[in-house]
């Protein structure tokens, strides 16, 4: 599924939010302290539509129309993550991480910048 989600990395996208900033999940109970969502009519490699991190963005949102600049490759999932930031935006690796570890502490995963992975 790598090669299929890193297509997105430089593409414009739109993210319908179903976990904005401050909620909580509905199974786990943690807090999402970015907007976490999802490109509608898309299929992941879990079935479910591609997910998406929102990050730059300090209130809670419906929906967003931004830049996809990584892909976090769950090694130990089928279930991929676009990193989607404001457009003219810049986040390095390593605040990638620091903003999405709430989540992704559970996962082995690889963060990929290079669409030619």
């Known amino acids: 599924m790598i090669m299929k989600t890193t297509a997105y990395i430089g593409q414009k ?3 319908k939010i179903d976990r904005p900033k401050g909620s909580k999940h509905p199974k786990h109970g943690f807090e999402y302290p970015v907007n976490y ?12 539509e591609l997910d998406a991190y929102v990050l730059g963005i300090d209130e809670p949102l419906e929906e967003f129309e931004g830049k996809c ?3 976090i490759h769950r090694t130990d999932d089928d279930d991929d ?3 989607v930031i404001p457009e003219g935006a810049d986040w390095s690796d390593e605040e990638i ?18 669409p030619k992975v």
Not at 39 to 46: A, K, L, M, R
Not at 97 to 114: C, G, P
């Open 13 to 15: 996208v739109r993210v």
């Open 37 to 48: 969502g999802y490109i509608p009519f898309t299929t992941s490699g879990d079935g479910e």
């Open 69 to 71: 600049i990584a892909v």
């Open 81 to 83: 993550k676009l990193i």
């Open 97 to 114: 991480e620091k903003a999405i570890m709430f989540q992704e502490k559970w996962f082995k995963h690889i963060l990929v910048r290079n």
